[in-house]
């Protein structure tokens, strides 16, 4: 019996492309896990958990009418978690990783802005990356427009930075 050399070729070619195809993937999900804060590796569950049911808190808060400044709308917000959730929630705590408006269940961080002009944007963006080594982290911004909420969330991507999500009210 002998053998076709074209199948042999073809082979090989399938071998290498198996070979290719996974280590992509390999590539992809190191990718991945590099950019997962420590509350997400050390506690993979307890922080789904989290994300789904803060995030869906997010979209149903409406921020009072009464706040008047930053301050005002982190309590507000934070009082909000508190009453609809489980979870503890921190405003304002002090930590290695920096002062994050609010903590939740040493899980999520929110970093929370309003209105907030270039500089501000830009230095929550570096807060964020600082504290989103910890925690999966969020920023929430109060009273922009969509076109700056846009370029905020274009910038956070062309940064390899899409793992931090902006809630914007």
């Given at each position: 019996?002998?053998?076709?050399?074209?199948?042999?070729?073809?082979?090989?070619?399938?071998?290498?492309?198996?070979?290719?195809?996974?280590?992509?993937?390999?590539?992809?999900?190191?990718?991945?896990?590099?950019?997962?804060?420590?509350?997400?590796?050390?506690?993979?569950?307890?922080?789904?958990?989290?994300?789904?049911?803060?995030?869906?808190?997010?979209?149903?808060?409406?921020?009072?009418?009464?706040?008047?400044?930053?301050?005002?709308?982190?309590?507000?917000?934070?009082?909000?978690?508190?009453?609809?959730?489980?979870?503890?929630?921190?405003?304002?705590?002090?930590t290695p990783?920096?002062?994050?408006d609010i903590?939740?269940?040493?899980?999520?961080?929110?970093?929370?802005?309003?209105?907030?002009?270039?500089?501000?944007r830009n230095?929550?963006?570096?807060?964020?990356?600082?504290?989103?080594?910890?925690?999966?982290?969020?920023?929430?911004?109060?009273?922009?427009?969509?076109?700056?909420?846009?370029?905020?969330?274009?910038?956070?991507?062309?940064?390899?930075?899409?793992?931090?999500?902006?809630?914007?009210?």
């Open positions: 019996m002998s053998k076709n050399p074209s199948n042999s070729g073809w082979s090989h070619l399938v071998a290498l492309f198996s070979g290719l195809v996974f280590a992509t993937w390999a590539a992809r999900k190191e990718l991945e896990d590099a950019k997962k804060s420590r509350a997400e590796l050390d506690n993979p569950d307890e922080s789904e958990e989290a994300f789904t049911e803060i995030s869906r808190l997010l979209d149903d808060w409406y921020p009072g009418h009464e706040c008047e400044n930053e301050i005002d709308y982190t309590h507000d917000l934070a009082d909000y978690l508190d009453q609809n959730s489980e979870w503890e929630i921190e405003v304002f705590p002090n990783e920096g002062n994050p903590l939740i269940g040493d899980l999520i961080a929110l970093e929370l802005k309003i209105r907030p002009n270039k500089n501000e230095r929550c963006i570096g807060q964020c990356v600082h504290y989103s080594r910890a925690w999966i982290t969020w920023m929430v911004i109060v009273g922009s427009p969509p076109s700056k909420i846009g370029r905020l969330r274009e910038v956070l991507e062309d940064k390899g930075l899409e793992h931090i999500l902006v809630f914007d009210f």
